[in-house]
């Protein structure tokens, strides 16, 4: 039997620039191990059983297959989601948005609105710092709505409401003090689709018309239709986009725009405050 050092060497040609993060992370989901007993046991002997689990999942890894999706899980805001090939793996950049939300100036019971909420990341991110906030999603697709659905209760946030809509139609008539989306932003053409994570996420949850714009302009443009007055919008789009979005919350009454970089200095995140 090969040990635990052995097997992850065995790992070392994954690709992408994480290739030991990648395999430590397989192998402990094959063994049901937290990281750290690999650090502790690095001479044990896996059974055969585990040891033939990991290679199936390094060579899933090899033909491209998201970790994230290999697993399971991922982690955003220190909160551990499922998700699956129907949602996004969250990431990083996002939590951008996660942070500014929760630096904005808003009612102690103030209603929330997640716009393509995917696996529930940011409205569970929100609702576990803000119990006293009413959170709810939306997303058009039933899958994304099952992963969320199941995240809120292993989280016991149950509280945070999770209903299929296509941007605001299942929303109508109804206001909040913040709208939040994370939405498709990527052009149809953009070679960036073509590589790592992205060829396996879904498509609808990442391509937008307009040279990624269309989805963005659509929430922008009801966004004020669905906000209390001093409400408020926060979007994520592409580093590229920033004054493209800037103009489009202007243009729909917005004021105080405004745009946050992520860690790596790129524009990121695109907000504003219901002037009129």
């Not at 297959?65 to 697993?71: E, I, S």
């Not at 990341?121 to 710092?129: H, R």
């Not at 018309?209 to 963005?216: E, F, H, R, S």
């Amino acid at each position: 039997m090969a040990t635990v050092q052995e097997l992850l060497r065995s790992g070392d040609d994954l690709p992408g620039d994480s290739a030991r993060r990648d395999a430590e992370i397989l192998l402990c989901h094959s063994l049901g191990k937290p990281r750290s007993w690999l650090y502790t046991w690095p001479e044990r002997e896996v059974p055969a059983t585990n040891t033939r689990h990991f290679h199936e999942l390094l060579a899933e890894r090899r033909r491209g297959q998201p970790v994230a999706y290999l697993v399971g899980r991922r982690e955003f805001w220190s909160l551990s989601l499922a998700v699956n090939r129907h949602t996004l793996i969250p990431r990083p950049e996002t939590e951008t948005l996660v942070s500014w939300a929760l630096e904005l100036d808003l009612p102690a019971d103030a209603r929330v609105l997640d716009l393509g909420t995917g696996s529930g990341a940011i409205a569970l991110a929100l609702a576990s710092e803000r119990p006293g906030w009413q959170v709810s999603g939306v997303d058009a697709s039933e899958e994304a709505l099952a992963v969320a659905g199941l995240n809120a209760a292993s989280l016991a946030l149950e509280r945070v409401r999770f209903s299929r809509s296509d941007w605001y139609r299942g929303v109508a008539g109804q206001r909040f003090h913040l709208l939040v989306s994370n939405p498709p932003y990527i052009d149809g053409a953009d070679p960036h689709l073509q590589r790592g994570d992205v060829r396996f996420e879904p498509p609808a949850a990442l391509v937008a018309a307009d040279a990624g714009l269309a989805d963005i302009a659509q929430l922008a443009a009801g966004a004020p239709a669905h906000l209390q007055p001093g409400g408020w919008l926060l979007l994520e789009h592409g580093y590229s986009q920033g004054e493209a979005v800037r103009a489009l919350l202007r243009d729909a009454g917005f004021g105080q725009v405004a745009t946050r970089t992520d860690l790596a200095g790129l524009e990121r995140i695109t907000g504003g405050v219901l002037s009129r």
